[in-house]
């Protein structure tokens, strides 16, 4: 009679413990995914996360490798018999990013109620420049009133400044001397 009970409270706990398995999903009658379609799944996602981090480190690295360049390859102020004065510039970009604007200072006594030098500035044409393009500009060098300076003399030497402008916002710099010369 003794091991009918012990039987009785054995099967008793363990109905118990099933009981309590399958109500709380631990002991359950459905079956998991297989192991090859979790290997899959997860193969899967290393890939995509393996794609997406190479496509950050890319246009990271290629942002990096942006640099704008430019070069002045031709500067003039030439003047004529009348005593006309030209200003002529051409630039290149030399770097890999595209200029939005450029210009040119030419740094003359423009306003001559100012003291000092002023700029006598000229837009570069075409004003976006992509990287390996040439753009210029040509002006009658003029005072703010429009009329024609002819007060510079053959052999002068002027400073002049090219300033292109990025879409970033981003600025270049690039000063040199130009003489006047005879055309």
């Known amino acids: 009679m003794l091991v ?3 039987e009785k409270k054995r099967r008793f706990a363990l109905t ?3 009981y309590f398995m399958s109500m709380t999903g631990i002991y359950s009658k459905r079956r998991a995914i297989s192991p090859a379609v979790t290997s899959i799944i997860l193969i899967g996602v290393a890939v995509a996360a393996g794609i997406s981090g190479y496509s950050v480190f890319a246009s990271a690295a290629n942002t990096a490798s942006l640099k704008g360049s430019m070069t002045i390859e031709n500067a003039n102020v030439l003047k004529q018999t009348n005593g006309e004065q030209w200003l002529s510039v051409t630039i290149k970009n030399s770097g890999n990013k595209v200029f939005s604007s450029s210009v040119v200072n030419l740094q003359i006594d423009a306003d001559p109620i100012t003291v000092g030098l002023q700029p ?3 837009p ?3 004003a976006t420049l992509g990287p390996g393009q ?3 500009a040509s ?3 003029v005072d703010v009133s429009g009329s ?3 007060a510079h003399n053959i052999g002068d030497t002027l400073p002049l400044e090219v300033i292109v402008t990025t879409p ?3 600025t270049l710099r690039e000063m040199m001397s130009v003489s006047v010369r005879m055309s």
Do not use: N, W
Request: hydrophobic share 45%.
């Open 4 to 6: 009918k009970q012990d």
């Open 16 to 18: 118990a413990v099933l």
């Open 120 to 122: 006598f500035t000229v």
């Open 124 to 126: 570069i044409f075409p």
């Open 134 to 136: 040439t753009g210029s």
């Open 139 to 141: 002006a009658r060098i």
């Open 148 to 150: 024609p300076i002819i």
């Open 168 to 170: 970033e916002g981003s």
